[in-house]
């Protein structure tokens, strides 16, 4: 039997990926520095040049840089200071993209619209100073999901719905910020998720019965499906457990 020609299109994302060439066809490291101009304090990012490659192997030439086989595949800017403005925009042109994480740093402002970033697996923006609500569909179409660190901002308004529609998500959290009304009906195997900490009210729901006492800590309300009973928070204990109402710990 003859062998079968790989599709056009194949060829060209290979070879682009090959190449390390973006979507408007300059190249990643042109598309990096573009971004870095949309931060502020980047001294951390001092060593990012074009007369480097990004990667060594599964080491980074440019701080901030996560690699494999010698592949750029996300951002890692931690605890540097950063400020200014995430250009998700010029993210966008890099087709390797599977990560970002801001963790630690001084940006504010609204959420970033992540979905321009449909293949992204993990979202970390946590200690932060992002405010103000997030629209529901913000999270919308990221079929590969798998983590999402909103934790320790100024986030008000309710949580966002296509949040539960992320359907390989594993890692929520979104504790201690001012989230508020019911959380929602997260249905996702194994998925483990903190709400502690905010002003949320209304049932949790039975898929998250099983999650720790800590990670919903500011609400004492009844568990989805069982109708007259109260959830109990057990701190100490690290445990959920669902009595009658007026009930007593068991």
């Known amino acids: ?90 993210l966008a042109e890099l087709p390797s993209l599977r990560t970002i994480s801001f963790m630690n740093n001084r940006f504010e402002g609204p959420m970033p619209k992540v979905n321009k970033l449909g293949a992204l697996r993990g979202v970390y923006l946590s200690n932060n100073n992002f405010s ?13 999901m798998r983590r999402v660190y909103l934790a320790d901002n100024q986030f008000t308004g309710k949580i966002p719905v296509s949040l539960a529609e992320l359907p390989k998500l594993v890692d929520l959290e979104l504790q201690n910020n001012q989230f508020e009304g019911q959380i929602p009906d997260f249905r996702q195997k194994d998925l483990v998720v903190n709400v502690a900490n905010n002003r949320l009210e209304g049932p949790i729901p039975a898929a998250l019965s099983n999650g720790t006492a800590s990670s919903f800590v500011g609400i004492g309300h009844s568990i989805a499906g069982h109708p007259g009973y109260e959830v109990l928070l057990e701190v100490k204990r690290q445990r959920l457990i669902v009595v009658p109402n007026g009930g007593e710990w068991a």
Do not use: H
Request: glycine share 8%.
């Open 1 to 90: 039997m003859a062998r079968r020609t790989p599709p056009y299109w194949l060829l060209v994302v290979q070879f682009m990926l090959t190449c390390n060439i973006t979507a408007s066809g300059t190249s990643e490291a042109e598309t990096l520095l573009m971004f870095k101009q949309s931060l502020s304090n980047t001294t951390a990012l001092d060593n990012w040049n074009e007369s480097a490659s990004l990667c060594n192997g599964d080491n980074p030439n440019w701080n901030g840089l996560l690699c494999s086989n010698g592949t750029f595949y996300g951002l890692k800017l931690e605890a540097m200071g950063l400020t200014g403005l995430i250009d998700l925009d010029t």
């Open 132 to 144: 103000g609500e997030i629209p529901n569909d913000n999270f919308a179409g990221m079929k590969s």
